[in-house]
């Protein structure tokens, strides 16, 4: 893991550039964006949080993103003594089951974005904001909440039509629950759900997968986070060719920087097309679609 500068729980913490900065004020407690009201708080303590790229763009390119992104959550959560209960991050968005530690859940979504926001841009030579305003989040209240909202987020993958099985998918807790094999190490508590089956561990396992991979129409917050199944090649270029109009796919390349990171935005928000798969149909290297 690479050893973070700066102090960043005093004063503006660790912020390098005034696009930084504009991205901590829109996740600071109690600094509330125009349109969106205040954050319900959960007198469980617990909740579902969604962090939604800006534009839908993707959040992770690659392994060593995802890598990063749960290794980021876990040394928050540490430093908070928070409780993390599930996780699934899809190529766009993320969802996470936080019980609050020793500061409010704000504070910790916030040292957290930050410190992959940092990472992301050093990487990509990105600019600008990553997440979509500030993270959602809905209070859990009930253990009935608790059980089905981490079905939900195991069930991600398979409702955008990625994989057959919760358990397919590799970068959701899923995995932790049905074989006690999760990484990172540390991360997913899972002791809080389980018990909610009884205290014999092997039954409560059973008992949960059984659940976990009933057929369902829960939603939570609002459905329209899920991904579309992921167009092929060939789909992926014949919705590319909707996007750009009259101009041919291989002319792209060569237009001018501005016209070129416009039309690159408008292909970021197809639904169901990668912007590596962009990259590669439109023959540009993925860091200019990943800067547009």
Known sequence: ????????????????????????????????????GPRVRSESGIYHVILRGANRQEIFHD???????????LRYKMSASAKVYAWCLMGNHVHLLIKEGQEDISST?????????RYYNDKYDATGHLFQDRFRSEPIETDGSLLRVTRYIHQNP????????????????CSGYYYDVAYP?????????????????DAARWQFIEFNENANDDEFLDNDDNVRKRLSDEEARREIVKFIGERNITQVKGLPKTERDQILRRVKEIPGVSQRQAARILGIPPSLIFKA
């Not at 392994?63 to 959550?73: E, G, M, S």
């Open 109 to 117: 979504m916030k040292r957290a974005g930050i410190s992959f926001v």
């Open 1 to 36: 893991m690479e050893a973070e500068g700066g102090n960043e729980s005093a004063g503006a913490p660790g912020i390098r550039t005034a696009l930084e900065f504009a991205y901590v004020n829109s996740l600071i407690i109690g600094g509330v964006p125009m349109g969106r």
């Open 185 to 201: 190490e540390n991360l997913l508590d899972s002791d809080y759900v389980l018990d909610k089956y009884g205290k014999d561990r």
């Open 158 to 173: 398979v409702k955008a039509g990625l994989v057959h099985m919760a358990c397919d998918w590799q970068w959701s807790s």
């Open 63 to 73: 392994d060593q993103d995802c890598d990063r992104f749960l290794t980021t959550v």
